[in-house]
């Protein structure tokens, strides 16, 4: 149980394009999920925190009208780079928090990002 | 505030050694904390979590924890070393009640020579 994925697990996409990425909850329902960001060979980043029907909680110095994130079910969040660029290039790494067991995340198998 | 220190970046034992990741954290309230391992190129696994109830907290793997309030660490130990545990381990906390986001170290990588 507690099986998250992402999609897509790799994407190269043109500099000034958009980039979807999906994450889901497959087996439970998922009130909060969160986005973090991983550059080489460092920890995560929490970019921002995402809850079901709301918004967004971006963390400080995280462009919300960059990396656009929507929560409209209890199974699927999205981020969304736009007009992406290369050094938007990264690993990003969702988790949900499954809302029966609240201080536990269950991570994505993430996604890698290139801009060229 | 919340913080996590781990120390040392990286750490390399012989196959069959002991394996030791520290990890010091700083909570203004009772913490939850956890280790996490990643694999190259993949999302994180939760390898143990400690949630105020046993200080002795036994994971998947073989690894273990103790959570020692006095010094305020979370070390990660394994008795025996496997070729398969090289990977990157993260020790990350959360409170109160774990209800807050995950604030994460900076994670060592574990080396396993043969």
């Known amino acids: 149980g507690a099986v998250v994925s992402q999609h897509p697990s790799r994407v190269i996409c043109k500099s000034g394009t958009s980039v979807k990425i999906e994450c889901r909850s497959l087996?439970?329902?998922?009130?909060?999920m969160f986005w973090y960001r991983q550059f080489p060979k460092k920890s995560l980043m929490l970019m921002a925190t995402s809850n079901e029907g709301s918004k967004a909680t971006y963390e400080q110095g995280v462009e919300k009208d960059k990396f656009l994130i929507n929560h409209a079910s209890l199974t699927l969040s999205t981020l969304t780079v736009t007009s992406a660029h290369p050094e938007d290039s990264s690993f990003y790494i969702c988790?949900?928090?499954?809302?029966?067991?609240?201080?536990?995340?269950?991570f994505g198998p993430g996604t890698r990002l290139t801009v060229t | 505030a919340q913080s996590v220190t781990q120390l040392g970046s990286h750490v390399s034992v012989s196959e069959g050694a002991l394996v030791l990741l520290r990890c010091n954290y700083s909570s203004s309230v009772p913490p939850y904390l956890f280790w996490y391992v990643q694999y190259p190129n993949q999302g994180l696994q939760l390898l143990l979590k400690?949630?105020?109830?046993?200080?002795l907290v036994k994971g998947i793997n073989g690894f273990e924890a103790e959570f020692k309030k006095s010094e305020t660490s979370f070390h990660l130990t394994k008795p025996s070393a496997h070729m398969s545990d090289a990977a990157e381990y993260f020790c990350?906390?959360?409170?109160?009640?774990?209800?807050?986001?995950?604030?994460f170290g900076a994670g060592t990588r574990l080396a396993v020579h043969p």
């Open positions: 988790s949900a928090r499954d809302r029966g067991r609240a201080y536990e995340q269950y």
């Open positions: 400690y949630t105020s109830a046993a200080t």
């Open positions: 087996d439970f329902q998922a009130t909060t």
């Open positions: 990350a906390v959360a409170g109160p009640k774990g209800y807050n986001k995950l604030i």
